[in-house]
């Protein structure tokens, strides 16, 4: 079983297909960055339209057991989630309204504050906010998973902590094997997997030991490293793969309507774009080349499987639905 | 079993007990008259909140099946639609995103002329409309079923006939028993039922013979004679029960935000707000009385099954889900 926690591509049949040549099963796509919940629905929209036009590809992911029903009929399911809390602007509501809508994951803050909780650019990190809680209790009672992978440390142990349920870093990798703003340090893994979290490694190449360079055999000795110090369970992937976008959404993503100037988030003014992805892992077809340089570097094939898709079906199936009465 | 196709009471715990009361298996509850999409949600995050704290009382209907877990749990099953199409605005993608969210019935029109089709008080009837043709298509897609109750007489027959899925008049009575604006005439109840539509039998004192002084044995009289003229399978009740509004909610129906002025519908300068209901039915608590009414001019106890709940609990079953692909 092959699963990505997070991807945010210019979607098409060409996408899908190559989804379905990799076997991935199942791909938690961002559907909102700085989206009002009008413009959220709006995307709800165009992947309604999707999944009525491309229906032997992919299907709604909505529970664990879809992912089955994707494996058994040879599609991908597609769960939705959101990389800012924007969606529910100033109305705990609208948390309950989403995850009727099919939103499945939500960070509390992207880059910068939100109403929720800081952003891992802010020079200052408070923790999380009065309405932080309230929505964090609301996400644990309809089953909308806390993410925390845009958000900075302070704010991420705290979330770990008030969380009744288990919490999220869908995409980001050590800090002490590629020191980026976005990686995270020991003490916030150790927070969120403690806690039975779970992080996704991420193959963005801001994320990743010397960007577009590093080898595959320095990103699987990293993630065989996690695994020792934290415990397999903790762990899968989070491709963080923006196939297809042109740097108009990049800037999006970065400035959103926070700012008038540009902002270049992980990028710099000399290289503003997308970088280019390393030449192991391109798009949704090179699921197969992680697979292999996981049993290189000596992990067992449950280590591998559980990597690869089985710790992340098991969280789903147990963090998506309404808690118990 | 008992269910009600239409009520629009302000709601509270007095009135979910009531339902407990009357035997009252399932309310079609209106959570739309003029409200744009964004109201619309306000009011399904308020219906959210009353199903979390009146958990012994109700439960969500989204199918049929939610009214035999309502039934062998001692609740209410509570299904929502829209008088108006405003909730969906002028974006067809709403459709689905409504129906997602809970909504069962929309009427297309509201007395007055709307972007689908044409109201009951219009001079004029052009039938439905471009976008019109093109909702219903989708309605019939997804599982929304179309409501023609405050719709003119031609948009109702075109309706029937458009709609691959059959209609409904969730709340009237024949124009004939009582000349109601309202109230329908044979050539529109006929295209309705012909198709396999359903009409749900109103008991708001504007739509009764004799208004507030209608009797019982009238009312069951005029059921039992569209029974011999149209077939049992057709018909159940649709109350139409406003229960505890104050005349500004009679003011929102009628005027919402299409004019400046006051206009009386149903009503009049002389007596403006809600009629008083006939005493034979006050509320939930006389469902009851209606069987009786219905056995007391010779209906079958089989008959009388099929009106009180039988015909919408089949109609649901079959018409709530999405159009086999």
């Not at 806390?146 to 995409?171: G, K, N, Q």
């Not at 916030?188 to 490694?201: P, S």
């Amino acid at each position: 079983m092959r699963i990505d926690a997070l991807q945010y591509a210019n979607w098409s049949e060409k996408i899908f297909r190559q989804m379905r040549e990799g076997g991935v099963d199942a791909v938690h796509v961002t559907i909102a960055y700085h989206e009002t919940f009008r413009e959220t629905v709006l995307n709800l929209e165009a992947w309604n339209r999707r999944f009525e036009q491309y229906g032997d590809l992919i299907i709604r992911g909505r529970w664990a057991s879809d992912i089955d029903a994707a494996r058994n009929s040879g599609r991908t399911a597609i769960f939705f989630g959101f990389q800012n809390p924007s969606p529910i602007e100033d109305d705990i509501g609208l948390v309950e309204i989403l995850h009727t809508l099919g939103a499945r994951f939500m960070q509390l803050s992207y880059n910068n504050q939100s109403l929720l909780a800081t952003g891992c650019y802010e020079p200052e990190d408070p923790g999380i906010t009065r309405m932080g809680r309230e929505v964090i209790a609301e996400m644990n009672r309809v089953g909308l998973v806390v993410d925390m992978s845009h958000s900075a440390d302070r704010s991420t142990i705290e979330a770990a902590d008030i969380s009744t349920r288990p919490i999220t870093i869908t995409h980001a990798n050590p800090h002490d094997w590629a020191p980026a703003r976005r990686n995270k340090r020991a003490d916030v893994i150790r927070a969120v997997t403690q806690n039975g979290g779970m992080m996704g490694f991420s193959l963005y190449p801001h994320h990743l030991r010397d960007k577009s360079a590093c080898t595959l055999a320095s990103f699987c000795e990293m993630v065989a490293r996690c695994v020792e110090t934290y415990g397999i369970g903790h762990f899968g992937i989070g491709s963080d793969l923006c196939q297809d976008q042109p740097d108009s959404v990049v800037e999006w993503m970065r400035v959103g309507r926070w700012t008038k100037r540009i902002d270049y988030g992980e990028g710099s003014a000399d290289a503003p774009g997308f970088p280019p992805q390393p030449d192991w892992f391109r798009d949704n077809r090179d699921f197969g080349r992680i697979e292999e340089g996981l049993r290189t570097v000596g992990m067992s094939a449950d280590e591998v499987a559980a990597i690869m898709g089985g710790n992340w079906y098991r969280f789903f199936a147990k963090n998506f639905s309404p808690e118990a009465r």
